[in-house]
């Protein structure tokens, strides 16, 4: 399963790296991405099998990154899609699974809940294909 970890904190995505790790994924199938330009630039290159995405990032936030990925890329209209963010007011949730988000995690978050919401979100993705 290849993974892309979109995050503008270098420490988030190495805390969200090593959670993966620890619940089992291959280090070589996971990728990073600093903003959400290059996780896009990253998706248009290859194939990933699940976006963990932060809201707020520069050059282009979360939130747009899920519309273009839901609206322009073809091959990746149906990415099972988490938003990992500190947004977690009802409005913002809202505006983050209209955008087309699969799940959501506030920040902050542990091993389990990532686990959980992964395998969640895998198991919804599976049954929609």
């Not at 988490?82 to 959501?104: Q, R």
Request: aromatic share 6%; with cysteine.
């Amino acid at each position: 399963m290849k993974i892309l970890v979109a995050d503008d904190s270098l420490t988030i995505r190495k805390i969200l790296v090593n959670v993966l790790i620890e619940i089992g994924y291959s280090k070589d199938s996971i990728c990073e991405a600093p903003d959400g330009a290059k996780a896009w630039n990253l998706l248009c290159q290859h194939k990933y099998d699940l976006l963990l995405t932060d809201w707020n990032m520069p050059l282009m936030s979360g939130l747009e990154l899920v519309k273009k990925t839901r609206t322009i890329s073809k091959s990746n209209k149906n990415l099972p899609i988490i938003m990992i963010t500190t947004e977690g007011a009802k409005e913002e949730v809202l505006e983050a699974l209209k955008a087309g988000v699969s799940n959501y995690i506030v920040k902050p978050f542990n091993k389990d809940t990532l686990k959980n919401k992964i395998e969640e979100t895998i198991k919804k993705a599976s049954f929609m294909l």
